[in-house]
């Protein structure tokens, strides 16, 4: 009876290479940073007091 396993390679028990762990790794705090960035954006525009009225919020400078 022939030996398959030895000949065929099996992609599933080879270590991934170091380049796409990095691509990984890269594109793991790419999304972190982008989600953190839009959040951040999001939260400037929503609650953050605007600029053009000195930096003070509207419900304080109003009295």
């Known amino acids: 009876m022939a030996d398959t396993h030895s000949t065929t390679p099996r992609t599933a028990a080879r270590p991934a290479p170091?380049?796409?762990r990095r691509?990984?790794?890269i594109g793991g705090w790419a999304v972190i940073s982008i989600v953190w960035l839009i959040g951040a954006w999001l939260y400037f525009f929503t609650?953050?007091?605007p600029i053009r009225t000195g930096?003070?919020?509207a419900p304080?400078?109003?009295?």
């Open 18 to 20: 170091a380049g796409s």
């Open 23 to 25: 691509m990984v790794w």
């Open 47 to 49: 609650f953050a007091p």
């Open 55 to 57: 930096g003070a919020y």
């Open 60 to 63: 304080l400078s109003a009295e």
